[in-house]
Protein backbone atom coordinates (compact mmCIF):
# COMPACT_ATOMS: atom_id res chain seq x y z
CA UNK A 1 0.00 0.00 0.00
CA UNK A 2 2.94 2.21 1.06
CA UNK A 3 4.54 1.69 -2.12
CA UNK A 4 1.30 2.20 -4.31
CA UNK A 5 0.82 5.54 -2.46
CA UNK A 6 4.51 6.42 -3.30
CA UNK A 7 3.95 5.54 -6.79
CA UNK A 8 0.77 7.69 -6.94
CA UNK A 9 2.65 10.64 -5.88
CA UNK A 10 5.59 10.36 -8.16
CA UNK A 11 2.83 10.18 -11.32
CA UNK A 12 0.83 13.27 -10.02
CA UNK A 13 4.54 14.78 -9.58
CA UNK A 14 5.06 13.89 -12.84
CA UNK A 15 1.76 15.20 -14.48
CA UNK A 16 2.21 18.78 -12.99
CA UNK A 17 5.85 18.75 -14.27
CA UNK A 18 4.20 17.57 -17.82
CA UNK A 19 1.88 20.79 -17.31
CA UNK A 20 4.72 22.93 -16.71
CA UNK A 21 6.67 22.11 -20.18
CA UNK A 22 3.81 21.92 -22.29
CA UNK A 23 3.26 25.82 -21.45
CA UNK A 24 6.21 26.25 -22.60
CA UNK A 25 5.55 24.53 -25.73
CA UNK A 26 2.17 26.43 -26.04
CA UNK A 27 4.32 29.88 -25.70
CA UNK A 28 7.08 29.18 -28.19
CA UNK A 29 4.49 27.31 -30.55
CA UNK A 30 2.42 30.72 -30.39
CA UNK A 31 5.60 32.72 -30.70
CA UNK A 32 6.80 30.74 -34.26
CA UNK A 33 3.07 31.04 -35.56
CA UNK A 34 3.20 34.80 -35.11
CA UNK A 35 6.70 35.14 -35.88
CA UNK A 36 8.53 36.07 -33.23
CA UNK A 37 10.90 34.17 -30.11
CA UNK A 38 9.42 32.58 -27.63
CA UNK A 39 10.87 32.61 -24.22
CA UNK A 40 14.34 31.96 -24.61
CA UNK A 41 16.53 33.95 -21.92
CA UNK A 42 16.10 31.40 -18.94
CA UNK A 43 17.89 28.67 -19.38
CA UNK A 44 18.96 26.66 -22.24
CA UNK A 45 16.89 27.47 -25.23
CA UNK A 46 14.06 29.10 -22.31
CA UNK A 47 13.99 25.27 -20.89
CA UNK A 48 13.90 26.61 -17.22
CA UNK A 49 11.21 29.55 -18.00
CA UNK A 50 8.11 27.15 -16.59
CA UNK A 51 10.05 26.69 -13.38
CA UNK A 52 10.67 30.53 -13.15
CA UNK A 53 6.96 31.72 -13.50
CA UNK A 54 5.99 28.93 -10.91
CA UNK A 55 8.30 29.98 -8.34
CA UNK A 56 7.17 33.73 -9.36
CA UNK A 57 3.65 33.09 -8.89
CA UNK A 58 4.14 30.74 -5.61
CA UNK A 59 6.10 33.69 -4.31
CA UNK A 60 3.88 36.27 -5.33
CA UNK A 61 1.76 38.00 -2.20
CA UNK A 62 -1.84 37.33 -2.82
CA UNK A 63 -4.24 39.81 -2.58
CA UNK A 64 -6.44 40.87 0.10
CA UNK A 65 -9.90 41.68 -0.72
CA UNK A 66 -12.27 42.42 1.78
CA UNK A 67 -15.51 41.65 0.18
CA UNK A 68 -14.66 38.16 -0.80
CA UNK A 69 -16.28 34.90 0.30
CA UNK A 70 -13.11 33.50 2.22
CA UNK A 71 -13.87 30.01 2.14
CA UNK A 72 -14.81 29.15 -1.30
CA UNK A 73 -12.40 31.72 -2.47
CA UNK A 74 -9.66 30.12 -1.59
CA UNK A 75 -10.70 26.48 -1.87
CA UNK A 76 -12.16 26.76 -5.40
CA UNK A 77 -8.51 26.31 -7.00
CA UNK A 78 -7.63 23.74 -5.07
CA UNK A 79 -10.78 22.04 -5.96
CA UNK A 80 -10.19 22.69 -9.62
CA UNK A 81 -6.86 20.80 -9.65
CA UNK A 82 -8.00 18.29 -7.10
CA UNK A 83 -10.40 16.95 -10.16
CA UNK A 84 -8.02 17.17 -12.72
CA UNK A 85 -5.69 14.76 -11.14
CA UNK A 86 -8.35 12.80 -10.02
CA UNK A 87 -9.18 12.34 -14.10
CA UNK A 88 -5.34 11.16 -14.41
CA UNK A 89 -6.19 8.53 -11.98
CA UNK A 90 -7.95 6.61 -13.89
CA UNK A 91 -5.00 6.61 -16.96
CA UNK A 92 -4.54 2.35 -15.93
CA UNK A 93 -0.44 1.55 -15.45
CA UNK A 94 1.43 -1.21 -12.69
CA UNK A 95 0.84 1.03 -9.87
CA UNK A 96 -2.62 2.85 -10.65
CA UNK A 97 -5.23 2.70 -7.72
CA UNK A 98 -8.07 3.45 -9.65
CA UNK A 99 -8.32 1.07 -12.70
CA UNK A 100 -11.46 -0.60 -12.59
CA UNK A 101 -14.41 -2.10 -15.53
CA UNK A 102 -16.85 1.28 -14.69
CA UNK A 103 -13.74 3.76 -15.16
CA UNK A 104 -15.60 5.51 -18.42
CA UNK A 105 -18.58 6.43 -15.58
CA UNK A 106 -16.32 7.61 -12.97
CA UNK A 107 -14.80 10.16 -15.65
CA UNK A 108 -18.21 10.60 -16.56
CA UNK A 109 -19.21 11.51 -12.47
CA UNK A 110 -15.54 13.53 -12.26
CA UNK A 111 -16.14 15.68 -15.27
CA UNK A 112 -19.65 16.45 -14.29
CA UNK A 113 -18.15 18.34 -11.15
CA UNK A 114 -15.44 20.33 -13.13
CA UNK A 115 -18.24 23.48 -13.52
CA UNK A 116 -18.48 23.91 -9.68
CA UNK A 117 -14.71 25.16 -9.08
CA UNK A 118 -14.87 27.63 -12.22
CA UNK A 119 -18.88 28.77 -10.38
CA UNK A 120 -17.35 28.63 -6.85
CA UNK A 121 -14.54 30.94 -7.85
CA UNK A 122 -16.32 33.56 -10.10
CA UNK A 123 -19.27 33.99 -7.36
CA UNK A 124 -17.28 33.87 -4.18
CA UNK A 125 -14.79 36.70 -6.13
CA UNK A 126 -17.54 39.00 -5.51
CA UNK A 127 -17.21 40.85 -8.67
CA UNK A 128 -19.50 41.34 -11.87
CA UNK A 129 -16.66 40.41 -14.13
CA UNK A 130 -15.67 37.03 -12.29
CA UNK A 131 -19.52 36.25 -12.22
CA UNK A 132 -19.62 36.82 -15.57
CA UNK A 133 -16.95 35.05 -17.41
CA UNK A 134 -17.77 31.96 -14.43
CA UNK A 135 -21.64 31.77 -15.85
CA UNK A 136 -20.69 31.75 -19.33
CA UNK A 137 -18.23 29.02 -18.70
CA UNK A 138 -21.16 26.78 -16.11
CA UNK A 139 -23.32 27.29 -19.58
CA UNK A 140 -20.80 26.79 -22.04
CA UNK A 141 -19.32 23.40 -20.40
CA UNK A 142 -22.86 22.34 -19.02
CA UNK A 143 -23.81 22.35 -23.14
CA UNK A 144 -20.82 20.46 -24.51
CA UNK A 145 -20.94 17.86 -21.68
CA UNK A 146 -24.41 16.76 -23.52
CA UNK A 147 -22.38 16.12 -26.55
CA UNK A 148 -19.84 15.01 -25.20
CA UNK A 149 -21.19 11.97 -22.84
CA UNK A 150 -23.26 11.14 -26.34
CA UNK A 151 -20.20 10.71 -28.33
CA UNK A 152 -18.84 8.60 -25.49
CA UNK A 153 -21.98 6.55 -25.56
CA UNK A 154 -21.95 5.71 -28.60
CA UNK A 155 -18.03 4.93 -28.80
CA UNK A 156 -19.12 2.26 -25.28
CA UNK A 157 -22.37 1.23 -27.37
CA UNK A 158 -19.93 -0.51 -30.12
CA UNK A 159 -16.85 -1.79 -27.96
CA UNK A 160 -19.38 -3.30 -25.22
CA UNK A 161 -17.72 -2.18 -21.85
CA UNK A 162 -16.92 0.90 -19.46
CA UNK A 163 -13.48 0.13 -19.21
CA UNK A 164 -10.56 1.91 -21.08
CA UNK A 165 -8.91 -1.58 -21.31
CA UNK A 166 -11.04 -3.14 -23.24
CA UNK A 167 -11.70 0.54 -25.31
CA UNK A 168 -8.21 -0.02 -26.37
CA UNK A 169 -7.97 -3.64 -26.74
CA UNK A 170 -10.98 -3.33 -29.18
CA UNK A 171 -9.12 -1.29 -31.39
CA UNK A 172 -6.17 -3.75 -32.36
CA UNK A 173 -7.31 -3.91 -35.75
CA UNK A 174 -8.43 -0.66 -36.81
CA UNK A 175 -8.61 2.42 -35.04
CA UNK A 176 -12.10 4.10 -33.71
CA UNK A 177 -10.85 7.22 -35.94
CA UNK A 178 -11.41 5.48 -39.53
CA UNK A 179 -14.62 3.82 -38.32
CA UNK A 180 -16.04 6.86 -36.42
CA UNK A 181 -14.91 9.86 -38.17
CA UNK A 182 -17.82 12.55 -37.71
CA UNK A 183 -17.64 11.63 -34.11
CA UNK A 184 -13.88 11.88 -33.49
CA UNK A 185 -14.16 15.29 -35.32
CA UNK A 186 -17.01 16.31 -33.24
CA UNK A 187 -15.43 14.94 -29.82
CA UNK A 188 -12.61 16.99 -30.46
CA UNK A 189 -14.20 20.52 -31.01
CA UNK A 190 -16.54 19.45 -27.96
CA UNK A 191 -12.78 18.93 -25.80
CA UNK A 192 -11.68 22.38 -27.08
CA UNK A 193 -15.26 23.96 -25.88
CA UNK A 194 -15.23 21.89 -22.80
CA UNK A 195 -11.50 22.88 -21.74
CA UNK A 196 -12.70 26.91 -22.19
CA UNK A 197 -9.80 26.91 -25.15
CA UNK A 198 -9.78 29.51 -27.75
CA UNK A 199 -12.08 29.61 -30.00
CA UNK A 200 -14.42 28.96 -27.63
CA UNK A 201 -12.58 30.97 -24.73
CA UNK A 202 -15.16 32.81 -23.51
CA UNK A 203 -15.06 32.60 -19.78
CA UNK A 204 -11.32 34.35 -20.17
CA UNK A 205 -12.96 37.23 -22.93
CA UNK A 206 -10.16 39.78 -22.15
CA UNK A 207 -12.29 41.77 -24.35
CA UNK A 208 -15.22 42.03 -22.52
CA UNK A 209 -14.30 40.55 -19.46
CA UNK A 210 -10.85 41.69 -18.39
CA UNK A 211 -9.63 38.19 -17.18
CA UNK A 212 -13.50 36.03 -16.75
CA UNK A 213 -13.52 33.94 -13.68
CA UNK A 214 -10.06 34.25 -12.47
CA UNK A 215 -10.11 38.04 -12.20
CA UNK A 216 -9.82 38.72 -8.64
CA UNK A 217 -6.96 35.35 -8.50
CA UNK A 218 -3.65 36.42 -8.27
CA UNK A 219 -0.26 34.31 -7.19
CA UNK A 220 -0.24 31.05 -6.23
CA UNK A 221 -4.11 30.50 -6.42
CA UNK A 222 -3.88 31.68 -10.10
CA UNK A 223 -1.32 29.01 -10.62
CA UNK A 224 -3.34 26.21 -9.39
CA UNK A 225 -6.26 27.53 -11.49
CA UNK A 226 -3.70 27.60 -14.38
CA UNK A 227 -2.11 23.77 -13.43
CA UNK A 228 -5.83 22.42 -13.43
CA UNK A 229 -6.79 23.93 -16.49
CA UNK A 230 -3.92 22.80 -18.72
CA UNK A 231 -3.74 19.37 -17.00
CA UNK A 232 -7.38 18.91 -18.30
CA UNK A 233 -6.20 19.50 -21.86
CA UNK A 234 -3.38 17.07 -21.46
CA UNK A 235 -6.10 14.64 -20.21
CA UNK A 236 -8.54 15.34 -22.80
CA UNK A 237 -5.65 14.63 -25.64
CA UNK A 238 -4.61 11.54 -23.89
CA UNK A 239 -8.51 10.17 -23.63
CA UNK A 240 -8.97 11.18 -27.15
CA UNK A 241 -5.97 9.12 -28.11
CA UNK A 242 -7.78 6.60 -26.23
CA UNK A 243 -10.72 6.24 -27.56
CA UNK A 244 -9.77 6.94 -31.03
CA UNK A 245 -6.32 6.05 -31.92
CA UNK A 246 -5.77 3.00 -29.45
CA UNK A 247 -3.71 3.08 -26.46
CA UNK A 248 -0.44 1.24 -25.15
CA UNK A 249 -1.31 -2.22 -23.93
CA UNK A 250 2.30 -3.25 -23.15
CA UNK A 251 5.63 -2.64 -24.42
CA UNK A 252 8.27 0.54 -23.91
CA UNK A 253 7.81 1.09 -27.82
CA UNK A 254 4.07 1.04 -28.01
CA UNK A 255 4.02 3.44 -25.24
CA UNK A 256 6.66 5.76 -26.42
CA UNK A 257 4.20 5.84 -29.48
CA UNK A 258 1.37 6.54 -27.66
CA UNK A 259 2.46 9.65 -25.89
CA UNK A 260 3.94 10.73 -29.18
CA UNK A 261 -0.03 11.00 -30.50
CA UNK A 262 -0.95 12.43 -27.24
CA UNK A 263 0.85 15.30 -27.89
CA UNK A 264 0.30 16.01 -31.41
CA UNK A 265 -3.02 16.50 -30.02
CA UNK A 266 -2.19 18.53 -27.47
CA UNK A 267 -0.08 20.45 -29.83
CA UNK A 268 -3.25 20.62 -32.24
CA UNK A 269 -5.02 22.81 -29.04
CA UNK A 270 -2.48 25.65 -29.53
CA UNK A 271 -1.95 25.78 -33.20
CA UNK A 272 -6.02 26.29 -33.27
CA UNK A 273 -5.59 29.20 -30.84
CA UNK A 274 -2.45 30.95 -32.54
CA UNK A 275 -5.49 30.21 -35.87
CA UNK A 276 -8.77 31.22 -35.42
CA UNK A 277 -10.60 34.10 -33.69
CA UNK A 278 -12.84 33.54 -30.64
CA UNK A 279 -16.70 32.96 -32.24
CA UNK A 280 -19.54 34.86 -31.11
CA UNK A 281 -21.13 33.00 -27.90
CA UNK A 282 -24.62 32.53 -29.44
CA UNK A 283 -22.69 30.82 -32.75
CA UNK A 284 -21.21 28.62 -29.86
CA UNK A 285 -24.40 27.43 -28.24
CA UNK A 286 -25.86 26.94 -31.93
CA UNK A 287 -23.44 24.03 -32.54
CA UNK A 288 -23.68 21.82 -29.88
CA UNK A 289 -27.92 22.60 -29.66
CA UNK A 290 -28.70 22.61 -33.42
CA UNK A 291 -25.58 20.55 -35.10
CA UNK A 292 -23.96 18.55 -32.52
CA UNK A 293 -26.66 16.83 -30.51
CA UNK A 294 -28.79 15.93 -33.41
CA UNK A 295 -25.90 14.31 -35.00
CA UNK A 296 -24.58 12.42 -32.05
CA UNK A 297 -28.10 11.52 -31.20
CA UNK A 298 -28.29 10.08 -34.76
CA UNK A 299 -25.11 8.30 -34.58
CA UNK A 300 -25.51 7.00 -30.81
CA UNK A 301 -29.27 4.85 -31.63
CA UNK A 302 -27.36 3.61 -34.98
CA UNK A 303 -24.40 2.25 -33.07
CA UNK A 304 -26.89 0.75 -30.46
CA UNK A 305 -29.12 -0.59 -33.28
CA UNK A 306 -26.13 -2.51 -34.79
CA UNK A 307 -24.76 -3.86 -31.55
CA UNK A 308 -28.41 -5.01 -30.63
CA UNK A 309 -28.85 -6.54 -34.30
CA UNK A 310 -24.80 -8.33 -33.92
CA UNK A 311 -25.54 -10.26 -30.75
CA UNK A 312 -29.33 -11.32 -31.85
CA UNK A 313 -27.16 -12.80 -35.09
Known amino acids: MT ?27 LGYIQLRKGPNKVGYFGLIQPLADALKLFLKEENNLQKTNKMPYYLAPSFSLILALCMWSLYWSSFSLWSFNFSVLLFLCISALNVYGTMIAGWSSNSKYSLLGSLRAVAQTISYEVSLFLILLSVISIT ?107 FIFIWIRGTFPRLRYDLLMKLTWLSFLPVSLLVLIWSVSMKFLSVVY
Open 3 to 29: LSFLWTVISYICILLAVAFFTLLERKG
Open 160 to 266: GSFNFYILVMCQKLMWNCFILLPLFLMWFVATVAETNRAPFDFAEGESELVSGFNIEYGGGLFALIFLAEYAMILFMSMLTTLLFFSGSVSGIMLEIVFWFKVMILS
